[in-house]
T-cell receptor, first 114, second 115 residues
């Protein structure tokens, strides 16, 4: 069965430090992969997506993610974290082209220290 | 360009009642999906509608139902509410169609509290 694993429930980093949030997926073929961010009480905002092609994907707010087929991973990175990045981050996959039935990971809550 | 609009934003209902939530997708989008978000279960897919037809359904009991209108607006209904139905219900809209190479845009959600 398809699944998404985010191993880190909470991550704390200092402002200005680099960030990497891990995401592993289970699916026999190449899925569509997404990273969303959710601020408290808000909906989900798309950071970036991978459908095919270049395995290094650039997103909004300075985020990027790298798709590694051999490791079944799609880790999210940012070189320098800002206090406003504090939020919950969700990795998601879609395995059926043309539909929007997403499987989400459990999320990683990011805390940023001033 | 207006985003996905969900109404109401907050709702308090009593156990046993029913509730209807509304979602207006982004103009031009024909697919609407619904998700339930709870602290214990995370984000779970409820169902997806495209051109007024249910295209996918998650593993929820029949008390959860939905529909989509000709203008792509969607409603979901939960009957005989249980305490465990308390959650943030998120709606997502997408272009849909056979291409599928597009992402879903989420609304801010409706916070349902069942007492």
């Amino acid at each position: 069965a398809q699944s998404v694993t985010q191993p880190d429930i909470h991550i704390t980093v200092s402002e200005g430090a680099s960030l990497e949030l891990r995401c592993n997926y289970s699916y026999g073929a190449t899925p569509y992969l997404f990273w969303y961010v959710q601020s408290p009480g808000q909906g989900l905002q798309l950071l970036l997506k991978y459908f095919s092609g270049d395995t290094l994907v650039q997103g909004i707010k300075g985020f990027e993610a790298e798709f590694k087929r051999s490791q079944s991973s799609f880790n999210l990175r940012k070189p320098s974290v800002h206090w406003s990045d504090a939020a919950e981050y969700f990795c998601a996959l879609s395995y059926t082209r043309g539909t929007y039935k997403y499987i989400f990971g459990t999320g990683t809550r990011l805390k940023v220290l001033a | 360009k207006a985003g996905v609009t969900q109404t109401p934003r907050y709702l308090i209902k009593t156990r046993g009642q029913q509730v209807t939530l509304s979602c207006s997708p982004i103009s031009g989008h024909r697919s609407v999906s619904w998700y339930q978000q709870t602290p214990g279960q995370g984000l779970q897919f409820l169902f997806e509608y495209f051109s007024e037809t249910q295209r996918n359904k998650g593993n929820f009991p029949g008390r959860f139902s939905g529909r989509q209108f000709s203008n792509s607006r969607s409603e979901m209904n939960v009957s005989t509410l249980e305490l465990g139905d308390s959650a943030l219900y998120l709606c997502a809209s997408s272009f849909g169609g056979s291409a599928g190479d597009t992402e879903a845009f989420f609304g801010q959600g409706t916070r349902l509290t069942v007492v």
